[in-house]
């Protein structure tokens, strides 16, 4: 591998860190708009291991509109805090990299929700995949997987 193709990659991961970055922003912040920028139009999102107790089938969305769509009602009346941290990124190819995030995230649920959950937190990893379109990187397909869970009831 030539110097190039060394400054290359390396630009290329911080580019996807600070897409991540954004990614976790826009969902604390509920900024839909923006976050549906951050993924491919047929991006996959998988929190079918997600619970960190049981695996959920219904919990795979796929496309741009539908991921927002779910994280939007999903996330309605919620107050979240999410870390990324330890990324383990490899660039596959020009246009293609895989990652992998250690997490923790934090949810608050408001009053008025009708969510039998008040609070949970949970801990785990997100597991990415990222593509270069028009030469900008998006996350192509995101699963999450948590390894413990802690949560209260109402």
């Not at 897409?19 to 922003?25: G, I, N, V």
């Not at 994280?71 to 895989?98: C, F, K, N, W, Y």
């Not at 959950?117 to 990222?130: K, P, S, T």
Request: proline share 2%; aromatic share 10%.
């Amino acid at each position: 591998m030539n110097m190039a193709d060394t400054l290359d990659q390396l630009l290329s991961i911080e580019q996807i860190k600070r897409l991540k970055a954004s990614y976790f922003r826009c969902v604390d912040s509920q900024d839909w708009l923006a976050l549906a920028d951050l993924f491919t139009q047929d991006a996959r999102f998988d929190m079918r291991d997600a619970s960190g107790l049981q695996h959920d089938p219904k919990a795979l969305t796929e496309g741009r509109a539908n991921i927002i769509a779910y994280l939007r009602g999903a996330l309605a009346g919620v107050t979240t805090m999410h870390h990324g941290h330890m990324p383990e990124i490899e660039i596959i190819s020009q246009d293609s990299a895989v990652g992998v995030w250690a997490m923790e995230d934090v949810l608050h649920w408001s009053e008025e929700s009708d969510s039998p959950l008040r609070f949970l937190q949970g801990y785990g990893h997100y597991h990415d995949e990222y593509r270069r379109v028009a030469g900008r990187w998006q996350l192509h397909s995101c699963r999450i997987s948590r390894l413990f869970v802690e949560s209260q009831e109402r």
